[in-house]
T-cell receptor, first 119, second 112 residues
Framework: EPEVTQTPSHQVTQMGQEVILRCVPI?????FYWYRQILGQKVEFLVS????????KSEIFDDQFSVERPDGSNFTLKIRSTKLEDSAMYFC?????????????????FGPGTRLTVL | AQSVTQLDSHVSVSEGTPVLLRCNYS??????LFWYVQHPNKGLQLLLK??????LVKGINGFEAEFKKSETSFHLTKPSAHMSDAAEYFC??????????FGGGTRLMVKP
């Protein structure tokens, strides 16, 4: 069964450093997402991406964050200058397509996550 | 705006007894609702999805959930718990723009 994969599983970095988290979505999916979960808190939406553009982003997704699909398979989240409060589990997800009508949400398939620790 | 409340952060059951994980949602329109499960060191796995076709939704591993609009609830149930069901369960509401809003999660413990 196709899966979303993420690398690395754990990343430790120093405050102020740039990090890139990588995801390989399911191959025929067209929508891509990043979510994060700070320890002890809820899973939070960061950004959605479709047709090489950000389609939605939350207030968390400020100028320090960027996303990219550099080739036909990878989807990346970059944090330019990490802060202590960026320490969290970051989940990538993908879905086949946005439904053509109504309010139905397409099913999102999640990767195993990358645990980011900022020291 | 939409929100999800999972009423219990921890639920403990004995193997072979029923499971009930409670979820209430708030949404300004007819929502899509999901339950996801997360086993240790694993990703979020979809258990089931409600999209207004039927109020009782059957999912994987014997789980089901019932959508009750009057109560704004979407509780997850299973008739008989198995040890392998021990995990964290998330109730999730979707928006028309595909953004998911998660509940706080319920950790299910299954005692032998």
């Amino acid at each position: 069964e196709p899966e979303v994969t993420q690398t690395p599983s754990h990343q430790v970095t120093q405050m102020g450093q740039e990090v890139i988290l990588r995801c390989v979505p399911i191959s025929n999916h067209l929508y891509f997402y990043w979510y994060r979960q700070i320890l002890g808190q809820k899973v939070e939406f960061l950004v959605s991406f479709y047709n090489n553009e950000i389609s939605e982003k939350s207030e968390i997704f400020d100028d320090q964050f960027s996303v990219e699909r550099p080739d036909g398979s990878n989807f990346t989240l970059k944090i330019r200058s990490t802060k202590l409060e960026d320490s969290a589990m970051y989940f990538c997800a993908s879905s086949e397509a946005r439904p053509t009508g109504g309010s139905s949400t397409d099913t999102q398939y999640f990767g195993p996550g990358t645990r980011l620790t900022v020291l | 705006a939409q929100s999800v409340t999972q009423l219990d952060s921890h639920v403990s059951v004995s193997e072979g007894t029923p499971v009930l994980l409670r979820c209430n949602y708030s949404s300004s329109y007819s929502p899509s609702l999901f339950w996801y499960v997360q086993h240790p060191n694993k990703g979020l796995q979809l258990l089931l999805k409600y999209t207004s076709a039927a109020t009782l939704v059957k999912g994987i591993n014997g789980f089901e959930a019932e959508f009750k609009k009057s109560e704004t609830s979407f509780h997850l149930t299973k008739p008989s718990a198995h040890m392998s069901d021990a995990a964290e369960y998330f109730c999730v509401v979707g928006s028309a723009g595909n953004m998911l809003t998660f509940g706080g999660g319920t950790r299910l413990m299954v005692k032998p």
